[in-house]
Each structure stands twice: as structure tokens, then as C-alpha cells.
């Protein structure tokens, strides 16, 4: 007798997740956005699809009709050549630098960087890269000259003009990297680093670095973080400093931009664990390097425990007053729910800040909303828009869409912040929706003029299973 086997069905639901492997990014142009309503798979630009090689996790950055994307998981960067309506894959790049050893994550942050010429280069970072064999994951940044706009050809790390090396084995530097405006005058962009778990103030508090382009003006090729001495660091036991890091925007009102580090696991002075906190240094008087909670300038601080204020941060003029606003996620608030807290600039320059104007909430626990969150202009009125994800809404509570997410735009207003308000997720102008089973929509997202017509193109990241 013939023994019959069934076929193999595709897993679905809880326990799933190793089957959705590969990632795409799916991008809609800014002036294609609607005023309102829901935004679903056909309505996006662009799309580019990975394969289980890239893995699910990338960094994205944008140039003039070109995409940068870091995949950690085979330790490279690629760069891609793009046009309205097309569907890529990862096999359509035309560039690409491979890291130096495997499994550094190299390609955890792309970042394009702009010299005193106007030059842009380009930061890429691996924040598990070990510098000897006695230390393991202390990590690296590399700089690659004239690259921040796309390249093609075949690089590696011996290409990098510079290399920046961690200091602290088991650290991490290089896990989260943020470029700033230039802060000494030079003409050239600066940038700041976290080795999010280093362990100089307590272990895995975590420690930033400020790299000033005249700091390294006559540095070698390759340099210890240590070369540089303006470093600030976390004081709570795995309070995780520099996981989220901004320095676009004038906070203070002084003219010059401002650097904004959160420590969303960080404790407040009350047995409260991991409401986390947020610290405003002034870009144009640097305090002196030491604990970022002795040194900073403004404290913004959670109140509920386990709601990791600071997982994400973002600043941008939302009603247009000439003023930044700052929008600091707190993805464990309620259950895991998670919120949104928006203060806006005239609360930031006058001092005494207590709590936030708008508060936007997720719906349900567990949905994670404010895991992501960008401010950009994406229609082009000249008020900037926030944009955040929420990556484990099931939106049909059956298994069909779990962990599917989703991504909410709220448009920017003259009115915006004028009261104190608590708004739902679900009031959002626009909806980024797509209900299949583990995309993970809102977990990372991107903006930048890809089409160059000064209006915010949006890309959003999705896990999926490998065509």
C-alpha cells in the first residue's frame, strides 16, 4: 500500500516567524500622499524585495533617485538606481561595500555625511565588530568619501577614509548614528555615535560621542573612540544611552542646533524601572563630557514603568511657528500599547516643561505604537508631518494578520499643540494598512526627498517571506 503524504502548508500565526526571513520596502512618493483615508500595498511608488541572504533588518537612506540600504545580516551595503513604478530586487544593485568580518552587523546605520566642500560621504556603521581577539562586539564606524549619494562598483572596509573603532568590549558602538548641522563653523557636518551598551557610568548604561569634523581634521585612518574626548554617559544599570539620538534642530532657541539623547530604559529617582528619559544638550555651549544626567540641559523623563520613553525620537516644526517640536516614543506605555508624547517649542523654550501637549495612544496592549517615528514634510504646505508605527497590531485579531502593524501620518497644523489634548492612533489623517501575517509594517521607517521635489517621500520596512 502507497503511503499518501500530505502537502506542506504554509505556517501561519504564533510560532511563525522564522518563515518571514527576508524584507521589502515598499515606498510612496509624497506628492502622490491623499489628504486622508487608507494607503494599502497598490498604492505605493516603489518597492524593492530582499531575499533571506539580506535578512529582515535594513537601514535605508535616500539620495536623488537613489536608495541606500544597509542589511546587517550579510554584513553589506547596497545601493540601488530607482524610478517610479518599479518593483526591484536585491539583485538589481548596482554598488556595494561588504564589511570586514562576518557577523559584525556591518550596515546597521547608513547615514550620509557632507564635508566642508559640500562632498557627501558616507557613515556606515557595525556595531558588532570586535577589535582584537581578546574583546568581542566593541564595534566600528567607517566613513567613505564622496559615497552619500549612491555609488557603484564593489567596495570593502578597506575603501573607508576613516575607521572609528569602540573602546568598550561588549559595547556596541556604532549601534545608533545620527549626523548633525555643523556645530564648530567649519562648513562640515558633524555626527554623534552610541556604544549603547557600554558599561562606563554602569553596566550597559551606555555612552555617546560627539565627532566634530575639526576634532578630526588630522585624525589617522583609524582611530579609537577615545581619540575624541567628548563623550557623555547613561547612569542606570541597562538604561541602554544613545539608542535614540537627534541633533537636526534648533531646540533651545539659540540659532544652533541642539543634541537630543534618549536612555529609554533608564530608571526615574523613584522605584519606577525603565520609564526612560531623554537629555537636551546645547549645540552651541557643549557641557564638559561626564554623566548625560549631571550634564544636560533639559531632562525629558517617562512616569510609568516599563514604558521606555525615548525607543524613538524625532524633532520638526509641526504648526509652523519657527519653533522644533520634539515627538519621543514610548513603546511599552499601557500594556505595550505605546504613545506618542509631542512637546512642542514654545513649552521647550520657556523653561519649567512638565509634561507633553499632545499624547497620542496606541489602541490595544501589545501593538508597540511608537516603536518609529519621523517628521518630515510630505505634501509640501511647509508645515512638517508625523509619521509613527505601531508593528504588532493585529488589525483582524485572527491568525491570518498577526504581528501585521501598521504606520500613522498626522499632518502638520498652524493649530497643532495649541491645547493639551490625548489622541487615538486611529485619528490620524492618513493610514499605512496592510493586514498579512507577520509584515511587521511600523517597525522601522524612513523619509528623504527621493524624487527631489522638496516634498518628504515616505518608505516604509516590512518582514516577508522570500518570493
Known amino acids: 500500500m502507497a503511503l499518501v503524504l500530505g502537502c506542506e502548508q504554509p505556517c501561519v500565526g504564533v510560532g511563525c516567524e522564522e518563515d518571514f526571513g527576508a ?43 537613489r536608495i541606500i540600504v544597509g542589511s546587517p545580516a ?23 561595500i561588504v564589511g570586514a568580518h562576518e557577523g559584525d552587523a556591518f550596515g546597521t546605520r547608513v547615514i550620509p555625511i557632507r564635508d566642508e566642500d559640500g562632498a557627501v560621504d558616507l557613515l556606515v556603521s557595525a556595531p558588532l565588530h570586535s577589535v ?64 549603547t ?39 542606570d544599570t541597562g538604561g541602554l544611552a544613545g539608542h535614540g539620538l537627534s541633533c537636526r534642530d534648533d531646540i533651545d532657541g539659540d540659532g544652533v542646533p541642539d543634541l537630543l539623547i534618549s536612555a529609554p530604559y533608564g530608571d526615574s529617582s523613584v522605584p519606577e524601572d525603565a ?71 514654545t513649552q521647550l523654550r520657556g523653561g519649567g516643561v512638565v ?25 509640501g504646505d511647509g508645515l512638517d508631518d508625523l509619521i509613527a508605527g505601531a508593528p504588532f497590531v493585529n488589525p483582524t485579531e485572527t491568525q491570518d494578520s498577526f504581528d501585521a502593524g501598521y504606520v500613522r501620518l498626522f499632518f502638520g497644523d498652524e493649530t497643532f499643540g495649541d491645547e493639551a489634548a490625548t489622541l487615538s492612533s486611529e485619528e490620524a489623517d492618513v493610514h499605512f494598512d496592510d493586514p498579512k501575517q507577520y509584515l511587521r509594517t511600523g517597525r522601522r521607517l524612513f523619509v528623504g526627498d527621493f524624487d527631489g521635489d522638496e516634498s518628504a517621500d515616505v518608505a516604509l520596512l516590512q518582514r516577508t517571506a522570500e518570493d
Open 197 to 235: 551598551r557600554a558599561n562606563t557610568g554602569a553596566e550597559m548604561a551606555g555612552a555617546v560621542t560627539l565627532f566634530r569634523s575639526q576634532d578630526l581634521a588630522d585624525a589617522a585612518p583609524q582611530i579609537g573612540r577615545g581619540a575624541v574626548s567628548t563623550t557623555w554617559t547613561g547612569s
Open 275 to 345: 520609564v526612560g528619559a531623554v537629555y537636551m544638550l546645547s549645540g552651541a555651549e557643549l557641557p564638559d563630557p561626564g554623566p548625560l544626567a549631571e550634564q544636560a540641559d533639559l531632562v525629558l523623563t517617562g512616569s510609568t514603568d516599563n514604558a521606555w520613553l525615548g525607543f524613538s525620537l524625532a524633532t520638526g516644526d509641526l504648526n509652523g511657528d519657527g519653533m522644533a517640536d520634539v515627538a519621543i516614543g514610548a513603546p511599552g506605555f499601557g500594556e505595550a500599547a505605546g504613545v506618542v508624547r509631542v512637546w512642542m517649542g
Open 132 to 195: 582584537s581577539a581578546g574583546s568581542r562586539h566593541d564595534g566600528a564606524v567607517y566613513r567613505f568619501s564622496g559615497m552619500g549619494q549612491g555609488f557603484t562598483g564593489a567596495f570593502n572596509t578597506l575603501d573607508a577614509a576613516l575607521r572609528v573603532t569602540g573602546e568598550d568590549s561588549g559595547g556596541r558602538f556604532g549601534a545608533s548614528v545620527a549626523v548633525c548641522p555643523d556645530l564648530d563653523g567649519d562648513g562640515a557636518e558633524e555626527w554623534l555615535s552610541a556604544a
Open 355 to 379: 509634561s507633553a501637549s499632545i499624547q497620542i495612544e496606541g489602541t490595544s496592549p501589545g501593538d508597540g505604537f511608537g516603536r518609529s517615528i519621523a517628521i518630515a514634510d510630505t505634501n
Open 23 to 65: 524584507a521589502r520596502l515598499n515606498i510612496i512618493t509624497g506628492s502622490t500622499l491623499p489628504d486622508n483615508g487608507i494607503v494599502g500595498p497598490s498604492e505605493f511608488s516603489m518597492s524593492l524585495q530582499g531575499s533571506e541572504v539580506e535578512g529582515p533588518d535594513w537601514d535605508v537612506a535616500f539620495a536623488r533617485g
Open 74 to 96: 550579510d554584513r553589506s551595503v547596497r545601493t540601488y538606481g530607482m524610478e517610479p513604478g518599479q518593483e526591484a530586487t536585491s539583485s538589481d544593485a548596482d554598488g556595494l
